[in-house]
C-alpha cells in the first residue's frame, strides 16, 4: 500500500474511533464495515494494523463481543507494541484499561489507565474528558470517592466546555452515584435531577441508564416500589445485554423485598442464568444471596454469596447485602441475627473505605 493510501486508511481507522467516542454506534459499524475492507484487501505496515487491532478491541469492548470469548484476547496486542507512535500507547494502555474494567478487575484497570495518562499530551481535549470519566468510573468502582470525583470533575468540565451532553450524563450519573452511597442523598438527587434534565432529548438508551441509577439511589432510600417503577421503564430501553441483567437481578430482588415472590420468582430464575452465563460475579452472588434469604431461607447460601463478594473486594456490595439481611432478621424479630449481619456491615463498610491502597 502506498503511503498516501496508508494515510487515507489511518483516516478511517481515526473517524471509526470518533464515533466510537461520540457514542454514534450506527456511524461505528459503517466505519468498521470499511476498515475490515481495506484491511483484508490491501497491504499495510506493521503500525497501520496495530493501530487497526487497537480500535477493533475498542470496537468490541463497546458492542461486548469480548465479553464472550475473553480467553481470545490474551496477548493480541503484545506484537509491534515497540513500534508504535505516542497516540497507539496510549490507545494501548486505554484499550488494555477498557478491557480490564470491562472485565470487572478494576485496580487493573487503574493501572493501565495511569500508564495511558503519561501519554494524554497526545490526546485532543475533547476525547480527554471520556478518559477522566472512564478513570474516575474505576476509582468509583474500587470506592475511593474523593479521587473518582476529582476524575469525574475534570470530565464534567471538558464536556461542558464542548458542549458534550451526550457524554455528560454518565459522569453525572457516577457523581450522584457516590452521594447516594455515601447516603448525602440531597446532594444525590442534585445530580440526578440535572441527569434528568440533560437526558429528555437524549437517546432512549442513556435515559435508561439515568433511570437506573435513580432506581439504585431509590433502593438505598428504602423507596422499593419507586426503584420497581424507575427499573421497568428503563428495562425495554436498555441498549447493553450487561445492563440488562443487572436489572433484572435488581427487579427479582425488589419483588421479593415487597412481599412480591410469586413475580420476584420468575426475575430470579431468568438473571441467575444471565448473570451465569456472562461470569458477572457480583451478580451471580446477588442472586444467590437472595434466593437463598428469601427461597429457600438458607443462612448458608447467604454467607456463602457474601464471601464471593468479599473475596472479589466488592465491600460496598457485600456491606448492602449484609444490611439487607440485617434489616430482614429485625423484622422478624430475630434480633441476634440481625446484629450478627450489621456487624459484618460495619466491617465491610471499613474495608471499602481502604481497598485499593496497594
Partial sequence: ME?????????????????????DMPLAHKQKEEADFLMQHMST????????RLIDFRYRVMTEASLQSPSQQTGVFQDSIDETDQILRYLYAYMEGQYEYYSGRYKRAIHFFLIAEKHLDCVKDEEKGEFFQRVGEAYYRINQYTIALAYLEKSICLYEKFRMNHRIVSSLIFTGAIHSELYLFKDANRYYNRCLEVSQQKPEGIQSLVFRAIALH????????????????ALPKHDLKIISIKTKCNLANLYFRIGRGDIGSNWLEESEKLANDYGLTEYIARCMATRGLYVERNKQ???????????????????????????YYEQKDKFELAYEYMKQANTFRINHQTIGVD
Avoid: G, H, P
Avoid at 505496515?45 to 496495530?50: N, R, S, V
Avoid at 438505598?220 to 427499573?231: D, G, M, N
Fill in 3 to 23: 503511503a498516501s493510501t496508508i494515510i487515507d486508511f489511518q483516516k478511517v481507522l481515526s473517524n471509526w474511533y470518533m464515533a466510537m467516542v461520540e457514542l
Fill in 45 to 52: 505496515d506493521e503500525k497501520t494494523k496495530t493501530y487497526y
Fill in 218 to 233: 431509590r433502593i438505598r432510600e428504602k423507596r422499593f416500589e419507586e426503584a420497581i417503577a424507575l427499573l421497568e421503564k
Fill in 301 to 327: 447460601k447467604v454467607n456463602e454469596a457474601i464471601e464471593m463478594l468479599k473475596v472479589n473486594e466488592l465491600f460496598f456490595e457485600a456491606t448492602e447485602v449484609c444490611e439487607e439481611n440485617a434489616n
